[in-house]
């Protein structure tokens, strides 16, 4: 295996700035930033890295955390924590109801989840059920005003609905971890009908992003010898909906799986260090993409033939960077301008990659020897609008950190009661809330655990605006 050399500016250093701080679409602060005084923001100030003077988000001048009352739950001072919902209570009267007599109550053990803006300045906030036979997905309406105004069931009779993924035309895609589990696409609104879409394959899926330029999707899959697939949809798999919206059916295509270079067909690198310079990929077909993939490995493997795939360690979230257009240069080995990174974590491992979706290139760009402290099995990344990026911990210090470049990382919150996971953070679209979950949090008024409760946490304005 070689690796692509490397020219002028670090590329990791700029791929760990973009991990580290980029926002949605706008140009990163750093640009402003490069070459000023190094005066002080909300945000604690620029920050020398090795290439490039960074500019961290705003949540990263949060101060000490004070217990906030709630759950055992420790937060910044001035970041109020609320329930929004508890499994088996109904989340608009908060009126405990096992029996839902009074309408629909909150489902057990909330995942992965993701907010929409609604037309009247409120927003919707969708969130899996990750339970064996029953799971699906609920959602909470809030209003412009963030009271609660209705909650509802947008998928039933599916099972552990792990995590997902938003799409570029507002739905949500929930995902089942299970050996043949499906992707299935839902209206937050809860207006059009939910649909499977088994093309997108059969296996433990936990994440899935959509790059609509390309077509693509982006699929990881929580296995110790999970892949990182992608769904490559046809050109009559697209349409335009009454809306105007481009839109994929996600139907017709070819399922493959990643290959890195050195380490095709069931290779994995040891070392992380053997990882932190750009690696080709390519792309190949999984073999019978119409059955469960586990089974299908195990079998190509019984048989001494070859199988599709680098191992990724337990995937868990992915999310699409769009590079803006004055950071788009040709990477070394590359052939065209980057114009997206897709950031992927695996918890396994503990590692995040950046993979150049044009380029075919990937690099890692974070793993525990790049953070202090270290992180107890990454999980759902989330981007807020300011530009902080945000790690869930899938482990039992049950923290929500907040990376900030060069320098140590923050804990947001912390679960302090232990014995659950934080699940499913998401921002309100103006970045004012977060939502999460405790997927094991205490629901039924005794004990320090239960079946799963759902937060929100107020951000106080001076840590929403951009830096």
């Known amino acids: 295996m070689r690796a692509l050399p490397e020219s002028g500016a670090s590329r990791r250093d700029f791929l760990r700035y973009v991990f580290l701080t980029a926002g949605a679409a706008s140009v990163p602060a750093w640009l ?16 020398e890295g090795k ?20 759950d055992g739950i420790i937060a910044p001072e001035g970041f109020a924590v609320r329930v929004v919902a508890r499994h088996l209570s109904n989340p608009v009267s908060g009126v405990f109801d096992p029996l839902g007599l009074t309408g629909y109550n909150w489902h057990q053990s909330p995942d992965g989840g993701a907010c929409y803006a609604t037309d009247d300045g409120g927003w919707i906030y969708v969130s899996n059920s990750e339970v064996t036979g029953t799971g699906g997905v609920g959602a909470l309406k809030f209003g412009a005003d963030g009271g609660i105004v209705d909650a509802y069931r947008i998928l039933d009779n599916t099972t552990r609905n ?25 209206d937050p609104w809860g207006v059009e009908t939910p649909r499977s879409m088994p093309a997108l394959g059969l296996f433990n899926h936990e994440a899935a992003v959509v790059d609509l330029p390309t077509r693509t999707l982006l699929l990881t899959e929580d296995a110790g010898d999970g892949r990182l697939y992608r769904f490559v949809c046809d ?7 009454a809306a105007g919206r481009r839109r994929l059916r996600m139907e017709s295509g070819v399922l493959q799986a990643m290959n890195i270079e050195g380490y095709e067909n069931g290779g994995y690198a040891d070392d992380d260090a053997l990882l932190r310079s750009l690696h080709r990929v390519s792309w190949v077909d999984v073999s019978s993409p119409e059955a469960a993939q586990a089974g299908v490995r195990s079998a190509l ?10 191992v990724f360690k337990g995937g868990e979230g992915i999310w699409i960077y769009d590079v803006p257009a004055a950071l788009q240069t040709v990477p070394p080995g590359g ?14 491992d503990n590692r995040v990659y950046a993979y150049d ?91 320090k655990t239960g079946t799963g409760v759902t937060y929100e946490v107020t951000i106080p304005a001076a840590f929403r605006a951009a830096v």
Do not use: H
Request: charged share 20%.
């Open 32 to 47: 402003s930033a490069c070459g000023g005084d190094g005066s002080s923001g909300v945000g604690g100030g620029v920050v």
């Open 51 to 70: 290439e490039f003077s960074i500019a961290p988000g705003p949540l990263a001048g949060i101060g000490e955390l004070v217990d906030t009352g709630v």
């Open 357 to 447: 979706i044009d380029n075919d290139l990937i690099e890692l760009v974070f793993d525990n020897a790049s953070i202090d402290p270290a992180f107890d099995d990454v999980d759902n990344v989330v981007v807020s609008p300011a530009g902080d990026v945000l790690v869930a911990e899938d482990g039992e210090a049950m923290r929500l950190m907040i990376v900030v470049p060069n320098r140590p990382a923050k804990i947001l919150l912390q679960v302090t009661t232990g014995g659950s996971e934080i699940t499913g953070p998401a921002f309100s679209p103006d970045g004012s809330r977060l939502y999460f979950s405790s997927q094991r949090g205490p629901n039924l008024g005794i004990g």
């Open 162 to 186: 792990c995590a997902g993924g938003k799409t570029p035309w507002q739905t949500w895609l929930s995902c089942e971890e299970t050996g043949d589990g499906e992707v299935y696409e839902c």
């Open 235 to 241: 050109a009559s798999d697209e349409y335009v909906d």
């Open 301 to 310: 493997a019984d048989a001494g033939l070859p199988v599709p795939g680098t």
């Open 335 to 348: 052939r065209v301008r980057t114009r997206a990174l897709a950031f992927f974590a695996s918890k396994g």
